[in-house]
């Protein structure tokens, strides 16, 4: 299974390639690929396991932050009540785009971090606030998703990650916590 030292760090030029598409039908390969990034989101959400494998945590993973220049990400966003643990988006997603997006921004309150930055980076992170994603799945139909707040987030930090762009690249420089009006804070 996937565990830290598969995660390639800033600096690595993959980080900054743009990643190719994946041609249909999908290959095995690709298959097995998005299904070990789910597992490793699993596990690092999982108490004993991060603990055991020194796992950080993770609700997103996209291919290139393994040394794969393909356009795969895995996303696995816990709903918090625990009163239904169905998770609130768990997917793998092949060739993800963004065909819609709202004027309305929205940035994580406590901005943004990244399994392949090891440094702490502060700064509103701002993103569109609602998108409409279109992918292929794993069997190979082609799904069109609507997603708002924290995974409208997560899937634009991962789609990032598929065009060679960091979290970091969105923030502020002069201003980090500087919010234009209208920008949704998110807790
Ligand atoms: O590096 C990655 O792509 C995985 C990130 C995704 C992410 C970070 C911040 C905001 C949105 C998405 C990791 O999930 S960062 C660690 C983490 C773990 C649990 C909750 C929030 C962030
Ligand atoms: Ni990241």
Same mark, same amino acid.
């Given at each position: 299974?996937?565990?830290?030292?598969?995660?390639?760090?800033?600096?690595?030029?993959?980080?900054?390639?743009?990643?190719?598409?994946?041609?249909? /039908?999908?290959?095995?390969?690709?298959?097995?690929?998005?299904?070990? *990034? @789910?597992?490793?989101? #699993?596990?690092?959400?999982? /108490?004993?396991?991060?603990?055991? *494998?020194?796992? #950080?945590?993770? =609700? $997103?993973?996209?291919? /290139?932050?393994?040394?794969?220049?393909?356009?795969?990400?895995?996303?696995? =966003?816990?709903?918090?009540?625990?009163?239904? /643990?169905?998770?609130?988006?768990?997917?793998?997603?092949?060739?993800?785009?963004?065909?819609?997006?709202?004027?309305?921004?929205?940035?994580?309150?406590? $901005?943004?971090?990244?399994?392949?930055?090891? #440094?702490?980076?502060?700064?509103?992170? +701002? #993103?569109?606030?609602?998108?409409?994603?279109?992918?292929?799945?794993?069997?190979?139909?082609?799904?069109?998703?609507?997603?708002?707040?924290?995974?409208?987030? +997560?899937?634009?930090?991962?789609?990032?990650?598929?065009?060679?762009? *960091?979290?970091?690249?969105?923030i502020n420089e002069l201003e980090p916590?500087?919010?234009?009006?209208? =920008? @949704?804070?998110?807790?």
């Open positions: 299974s996937i565990n830290m030292d598969d995660i390639i760090r800033e600096g690595n030029p993959t980080l900054r390639a743009m990643a190719d598409e994946i041609s249909l /039908p999908i290959e095995k390969e690709w298959i097995t690929l998005g299904e070990k *990034m @789910l597992e490793f989101l #699993r596990n690092s959400q999982d /108490p004993v396991k991060s603990e055991e *494998m020194g796992l #950080r945590g993770g =609700v $997103g993973i996209a291919a /290139p932050q393994l040394d794969v220049s393909k356009r795969i990400i895995a996303v696995l =966003v816990p709903n918090d009540d625990l009163e239904n /643990p169905a998770s609130l988006i768990e997917e793998i997603l092949y060739n993800p785009k963004i065909i819609a997006h709202s004027v309305q921004k929205a940035c994580l309150k406590d $901005g943004e971090g990244c399994l392949s930055v090891d #440094r702490e980076i502060q700064g509103f992170v +701002v #993103r569109y606030a609602r998108i409409t994603v279109q992918y292929t799945n794993k069997d190979g139909e082609t799904k069109k998703i609507k997603l708002r707040g924290y995974e409208a987030i +997560v899937v634009q930090h991962e789609i990032d990650h598929l065009n060679g762009v *960091m979290f970091f690249d969105h916590f500087k919010l234009e009006k209208g =920008v @949704l804070v998110l807790e």
